[in-house]
């Protein structure tokens, strides 16, 4: 089975005990394929890989291909992708100007269409987006990953968090942001089965933080320890562990807020596998 997956700390802690064989695999052997969310975003459209990472957003056009995993997400709980800017600078500032996005197809692009409605953008690789910013080649920038944490080291300044808008917008969901999804030709037998090793692998890699941890700061791109388990801490809990009908209802209302604002031209019926 190959897993794809982001090569970023919180998803190499999140498989940590199955990359390492620390728990039984009922007789499934994996081949971890590392590449980056845009990337599997766009494998996804071809049904490329058996199980995936991919953004919410993404869903949308493979829900024919694939069904959610209830476990795996990475949920924004009044917290998440944001713009930032060089100089600060409000949100009506931002409208009519060019911001440098991680992708198109991600769960932040759709987020902040949904927050700005139409804006110019350019599409730059995740990593290269603050020193963009920092440099002036870019007006703002929508930071994914550890750019959240980090962009104050640059001296970048916030103009919105749109896991807190999505929060505050919802009456306390969390933002959706990526999934694992299992291809659906699999079959009920083996995504059932899928399902309780990758969530046995989560489960584990919680229970003993500090080695999965350790193995995680391999893919950790230069940042200190208690930054990186500040950004797994994020991204890897309870709402990874299993969505819960709270999860589940914030990845449709997403998908329809999309549908509703035309940024989807589909309606996107949700499946869940658990």
Request: proline content about 4%.
């Amino acid at each position: 089975m190959r897993l794809g997956h982001s090569p970023d700390s919180d998803d190499a802690f999140m498989f940590y005990a199955l990359a390492e064989h620390k728990i039984p695999s009922e007789g499934l052997d994996f081949e971890h394929v590392l590449r980056d969310i845009q990337t599997l975003n766009e494998w996804a459209r071809e049904g490329a890989l058996e199980i995936t990472a991919i953004s919410v957003h993404a869903y949308a056009y493979v829900a024919d291909k694939y069904a959610i995993l209830t476990h795996g997400a990475s949920m924004g709980d009044n917290y998440g992708p944001m713009v930032v800017t060089r100089a600060p600078a409000s949100v009506e500032w931002l409208r009519g100007k060019r911001i440098a996005v991680p992708g198109t197809m991600t769960s932040a692009f759709l987020a902040l269409r949904l927050f700005l409605g139409d804006f110019d953008y350019d599409v730059l690789p995740f990593d290269q987006i603050m020193e963009a910013v920092q440099s002036g080649q870019a007006e703002a920038g929508l930071l994914i990953h550890e750019g959240q944490l980090t962009h104050g080291q640059l001296g970048l300044h916030k103009v919105v968090d749109l896991g807190e808008w999505w929060y505050q917008e919802t009456a306390g969901l969390p933002l959706p942001l990526g999934v694992n999804a299992v291809r659906r030709d699999l079959g009920p037998e083996t995504m059932a089965a899928l399902s309780r090793v990758l969530k046995a692998s989560i489960a584990y890699g919680l229970a003993h933080r500090t080695e999965a941890l350790a193995h995680a700061m391999q893919y950790a791109r230069g940042l200190e320890t208690a930054t990186a388990d500040q950004f797994v801490g994020m991204y890897v809990n309870d709402w990874t562990l299993d969505l819960g009908p709270r999860g589940e209802e914030s990845i449709r209302l997403f998908l329809q807020r999309a549908c509703e604002h035309g940024v989807i031209d589909r309606e996107v019926p949700v499946d869940f596998v658990s």
